[in-house]
Every structure is written in C-alpha cells, then in structure tokens.
C-alpha cells in the first residue's frame, strides 16, 4: 500500500520565489496552515512558466461555481468521455506510487509526453505542505485548454476573464482554466 501524498514537489513550487506557494491568490489565505486545502495551477509553454496560482478550497469552489451550470456540464462531459479519474488514480498509484514526474510526464487526456508539446499546464491538489494524490497531480497539453476553452459559454468566459484580470493583471493570461 502506498502512502497517497509526498511533500510539495519543486515543480509545484512558484517559479518567482523558488518556495512552496503560500498564500491563495484570490482571499490571501495561508495555504501552508495545516489542514488547508488548496489547488495550483501552473501554465508553461516552451519551458516557461507563464502563469501559476493556487487556490484555497474556498476560493476554488466559488470561482468554480461561478462558471455557468451548462460549461460545468461541457467540462465534466469532456473529461467523463475521455479520462476515467479513478481508474487512473488507481492504475498510477499501483504502478508509480508517490513519483509525481510519472503522473505529469504525458497529457492525461491526448497521452502526449509534455517534453514534446509547447503548452501544458500542471494541476495539484495539496493540503498544507503535501501534494496529494487523487485525481490530480495530472497534466493537460494545450490542446486539451484549447477544446475545453471552446466548450465554454460567453457568461463562463466572461468570469475567466475577470478572474484572470483579477488574479494577474494587465498581463492576464487567456488560458485560465480551473476544472
């Protein structure tokens, strides 16, 4: 039996600090106090980080609730058709345990290995300092933000985009997902 979680890995970490993210972009909260769950986003493209975040709990559920119901629908479809999560979580526990570079080596849904694609984006789930390992750690190529980006209604990609200007600035990225 594996244990589920290891100690925050380097590449989750922010790329502007060199430490473990701190703090949730939207409410500031400290995501390092024990027992805080949080999720991190990181957006690379030619080996770049372009964008990172992490969001508490909270701060994730309402900015996934604000997505329209019909793009939450088109979102969880999309994964449902292609990826079956469990058995993935189960197949990569068995067979890689806590090695998070095996679970974010190849897009968890077109199966192409990261090295050789010009955009991804690495999604973790954490609770205070440990990466955990459920659905996620897990990679999306840019395809992948690509088609779902395209299932999005006009409401939805409204509040992504005021969510990224929030969160980012003048420079906001337009990929921004959070699924």
């Given amino acids: 039996m594996?244990?589920?979680?290891?100690?925050?890995?380097?590449?989750?970490?922010?790329?502007?600090?060199?430490?473990?993210?701190?703090?949730?972009?939207?409410?500031?909260?400290?995501?390092?106090?024990?027992?805080?769950n949080y999720l991190i986003e990181k957006a690379f493209k030619n080996g770049e980080t372009?964008?990172?975040?992490?969001?508490?709990?909270?701060?994730?559920?309402?900015?996934?609730?604000?997505?329209?119901?019909?793009?939450r629908t088109r979102i969880r479809n999309y994964?449902?058709?292609r990826v079956d999560i469990d058995a993935r979580q189960k197949k990569n526990l068995a067979d890689f345990g806590t090695q998070h570079e095996k679970w974010i080596s190849h897009c968890m849904v077109?199966?192409?290995p990261i090295r050789e694609v010009d955009e991804y984006q690495l999604y973790g789930f954490c609770i205070d300092n440990d990466l955990v390992f459920s659905g996620a750690p897990y990679a999306v190529c840019g395809d992948v933000i690509e088609e779902i980006l395209e299932l999005l209604s006009a409401e939805t990609l409204g509040v992504m985009t005021d969510l990224s200007q929030k969160l980012f600035g003048i420079d906001a990225?337009?990929?921004?997902?959070?699924?």
């Fill in 173 to 179: 990225p337009h990929d921004l997902l959070m699924f």
């Fill in 110 to 112: 077109k199966g192409f």
């Fill in 50 to 71: 372009i964008f990172e975040h992490a969001l508490c709990l909270s701060c994730y559920t309402a900015c996934h609730e604000s997505m329209s119901e019909d793009s």
């Fill in 2 to 36: 594996h244990q589920d979680y290891i100690p925050i890995p380097e590449i989750f970490w922010s790329f502007e600090t060199g430490k473990p993210i701190a703090t949730c972009k939207v409410c500031g909260c400290d995501l390092l106090v024990p027992g805080t």
């Fill in 79 to 81: 994964f449902a058709e």
